[in-house]
């Protein structure tokens, strides 16, 4: 029995199809059993033949009857009906959704690191070219997927660019365009499968690559970090293939590789069939001298694959990065990877293009690093001024970040919750750890980048308050 | 002996750190001996002592030099010479990247399968909310990294979407952003990884998938798809954990899975602690019923990884996609993937996001649905009328393409050669078969996407005739 109801939001074809979807479903109209003809049912409820139809080509679409020449519609055998009866249960909606995150107690001083200033971001300049961006999108760039590889032009500003300011020499074939680290080294790892599936690491290290490794199924070798970079005989006993290295300003250390280690590490990979994986995350940022040259500008690309990104000197929320390959992968990469899509949508794609081929990249990277020199400078002044006696400052002159070690025999649980008493937050070291009981246990980080001068001011005053209590 | 040019676009500090570093690797500044003083220094060349300070700095930041408190500047162990003595040859530009794709014979009528509709796009639509939401994000939110998972906002938004057009009853919380297929397929391995690396796949199917599991190192199991889906008992042999599915249109057979099928998967799922991947790719594009209910709909999310994309209805160039976890995965997801920053420009979430919620996005759902409707249902026309003999046609009523069976012998490379001297490309089916020499070797595969009505009037009037020679 079929109840049509003319002033429902519902169609009249849908409500016969729900209607007839139920029947089928309670066993009402068991398998083997024949719809009433099109006709027949149009004329019962007084709707067109065509509703009827309508109805019926959906109930066929999702298989619940069929259809055969001459015998009309048949309802067809429906194993696992308990799934069906339970719809009820299951599409209810789940709004319940909203609050996900945890409240925390609010510090008045954070040192939270891995943040950008917000004063520093060029909003007028990346509107004006974002909107020119948007109004150069036709609906035929927009209605067909990208270079895989990213558009070439930028590829080919983002070469130029490497060249001149970090010395690495590559084409623009050479560049994939990747949408932050996680998609950069997941892309790595399902490249190097089938060479290796071990991964050296600095230890202490940046605690987001060595998750992503993990999730791709690598086996981490933590090597330890030294004053000049990673200990190279370590490196050479992890019998690895692949090493993560940060050489510019390592995470969290704030190391410099020196330039014996950088050769050393050339020198390994060689000897090895080996490849230096090197981060340049925030290379960009350096206040009292210029840029380090890249490990990949030293020895050409053969085995070195280098990563860069737009997170850390521009914006995060871009999601915009970059993978040069060396030749060996980049042949695996167009012959096993030569279908995957870009993932950077082309709308940012030509916002980057236009703000490096305009200068105002370069433009903005001067501008930036006079300010967050800056902050620098005045965070690393009053650190000597009110607590030079009490705690050693790692990791100076790049970056948005510096460590603390403690001089009088805090540890970094003291450290840390003496500051908190105090009201300021500053962060754990043993996070970066693989090994925590390697660590000498007495350092925390420190993040500068969104802080302001008063900020700064404020937070140090009541640090040499917590540390000298 | 260094020499200076005023003139030189290189600043004073640079040649000074220049020509030394030359004679750091040239040797003829050996390891161990000290620089000259810096006031000796800037009195011998007269500039700035500051100006050698800055040149000091930086040979010292490279390694190239160490400074020790009353020793001044000491030249440091270099390793592995060679590499900086080639430095020439390694740092040439290379600008020989501009042309990369191969010429290919141009065809004038091209049954392209994959792509879009341009005049479909909502250009003006989108270009209007597109300035919004470029107006509305502010500094702070663009030197923030975003929500993780993707912004709240968005997720919900798409949340209720997805339970009123795909019947998908899930929370915000369970939905992760991805940038097209290749991100959430990659993801998903590296969450499965623990579970199985094996993937049992449509026979035929989409080698996109099957290239990205391949890639992340799973084992691909085939099971044959026939009328209504997949073969189940073919499934239930191939001892597989996972499955990966295109049910609502599938590609490139252009099957729906009938619901005998949907409940027969979700009962293999059950017993066998399995999980479906429900690749929902083109299920808005449907011309003669609702939406095909999603497999995700009929059981709650226990056993469905559901998949869906912009990329076939809107714009694959926006690089936006998305997936609904189960809870067990979604669990796992937070452990072990919490740190992973969304791969999705902010500004395309905030666009995604407005045109859910302004209610363009179904409206546009349903103009498109009619404009591909008209090609559709005259490319299925002119088929029936001029080849009705002589091809079968499979997959209609749906998405952007259509398979066509040779009614009278030709096989697959008969059938395209002959297309291809009447100037009409159509597409292989064997390409997608993981085992060919099990395929019936009489199809092909026309798209119809991106042509017009007379380039599918024309393309069909050529086919017609090469087909009848």
Same mark, same amino acid.
């Given at each position: ?32 059993? !024949?719809?009433? &003809?099109? =006709?027949? @049912? *149009?004329?019962?409820? $007084?709707?067109?033949?065509? /509703? ?74 990346? !509107?004006?070219? &974002?909107? =020119?961006? @948007? *109004?150069?999108?036709? $609906?035929?760039?927009?209605? /067909? ?325």
């Amino acid at each position: 029995m079929i109840n049509l109801d003319n002033n429902a939001d519902s169609p009249l074809y849908m409500q016969i199809y729900e209607q007839i979807k139920q029947e089928i479903i309670n066993g009402v109209l068991p398998e083997g059993s !024949r719809l009433p &003809s099109t =006709r027949h @049912l *149009s004329q019962t409820l $007084a709707v067109g033949r065509n /509703t009827v139809e309508n109805a019926y080509l959906q109930l066929s679409s999702e298989g619940y009857v069929t259809s055969r020449v001459g015998s009309g519609f048949i309802v067809q055998n429906l194993n696992g009906l308990t799934y069906l009866t339970n719809e009820d249960k299951c599409n209810k909606p789940i709004k319940s959704s909203r609050p996900e995150s945890k409240p925390s107690i609010v510090y008045p001083h954070n040192f939270q690191f891995g943040l950008l200033s917000a004063q520093n971001f060029p909003l007028n300049i990346w !509107r004006k070219i &974002s909107s =020119r961006a @948007l *109004s150069s999108l036709t $609906a035929e760039d927009l209605t /067909t997927y990208c270079d895989k590889k990213g558009e070439l032009e930028l590829r080919y500003n983002l070469s130029e660019y490497l060249l001149k300011s970090r010395g690495v020499s590559c084409s623009a074939n050479q560049i994939i365009l990747c949408a932050g680290l996680e998609y950069a080294l997941s892309l790595l790892c399902q490249l190097l499968r089938n060479k290796t599936t071990q991964i050296a690491l600095e230890e202490p290290g940046y605690i987001g690559a060595r998750n992503i490794f993990t999730n791709n199924g690598f086996q981490l070798l933590p090597v330890h970090i030294e004053n000049d970079g990673l200990k190279i005989s370590e490196l050479e006993n992890a019998s690895a293939k692949v090493v993560y290295v940060t050489p510019s300003h390592q995470f969290p250390n704030g190391i410099v590789t020196s330039i014996q280690k950088r050769l050393l590490l050339l020198d390994w990979a060689k000897r090895n069939d080996g490849l230096i994986i090197e981060d340049d995350y925030d290379s960009e940022l350096r206040y009292n001298s210029r840029p380090i040259p890249s490990i990949i500008s030293i020895a050409g690309n053969e085995n070195v694959v280098y990563i860069g990104t737009f997170s850390k000197a521009l914006s995060p929320s871009l999601r915009v990065s970059y993978m040069v390959l060396p030749q060996k992968l980049l042949d695996l990469y167009h012959k096993e990877f030569g279908m995957y899509q870009t993932p950077v949508s082309l709308l940012e794609q030509r916002v980057i293009q236009e703000l490096i081929s305009s200068g105002y990249w370069e433009n903005h990277l001067r501008k930036t690093c006079v300010a967050y020199k800056k902050k620098h400078d005045l965070l690393i002044h009053l650190i000597s001024e009110t607590m030079g006696r009490i705690v050693k400052i790692h990791g100076k002159n790049a970056g948005l970040h510096i460590l603390l070690e403690s001089s009088q025999g805090l540890t970094e649980r003291e450290m840390i919750e003496r500051a908190k008493e105090h009201g300021v937050l500053v962060h754990p070291v043993s996070t970066f750890w693989l090994n925590p009981e390697n660590y000498s246990n007495n350092m925390v980080l420190l993040g500068f980048g969104n802080l302001s001068e008063t900020d700064i001011v404020e937070g140090i005053k009541k640090l040499a308050q917590a540390w000298k209590a």
